[in-house]
């Protein structure tokens, strides 16, 4: 399995951007569909984002369409979620995953590797 390794969370301000980077070992990495996902306290493992292996094609959740953006340079083995306008609601610790299925998916247990994940948190 490809081992994945999220950067790039930390504290911001209401309205504010972060951008969050997902490193992998894989050199294969280009042949993934990537992830992302996000948990708060209590609440259930929420899809954010996902990107085909070429790029091409994205999904966007619908509480972040408009604000999160995903991409990957697999020259650097890494996928991105730029995220801007930034709610308190955002706060969660954010994983990326990678699936080995070829159409983009939603669903958590559909990818094949995790990483360990980053904390974003948006102060009020």
């Known amino acids: 399995q490809v081992q994945l390794v999220e950067s790039g969370g930390g504290l911001v301000q209401v309205g504010g951007s972060l951008r969050l980077s997902c490193a992998a070992s894989e050199r294969t990495f280009s042949s993934y569909a990537m992830g992302w996902f996000r948990q708060a306290p209590g609440k259930e493992r929420e899809f954010v984002a996902a990107?085909?292996?070429?790029?091409?094609?994205?999904s966007i959740g619908d509480s972040v369409k408009g604000r999160f953006t995903i991409s990957r340079d697999n020259a650097k083995d890494t996928v991105y979620l730029q995220m801007n306008s930034l709610k308190p609601e955002d706060t969660a610790v954010y994983y990326c995953a990678a699936s080995k299925r070829v159409l983009l998916t939603p669903t958590p247990a559909l990818y094949d590797s995790w990483g360990q994940g980053t904390q974003v948190t948006v102060s009020s």
């Open positions: 990107i085909s292996w070429s790029g091409a094609s994205t």
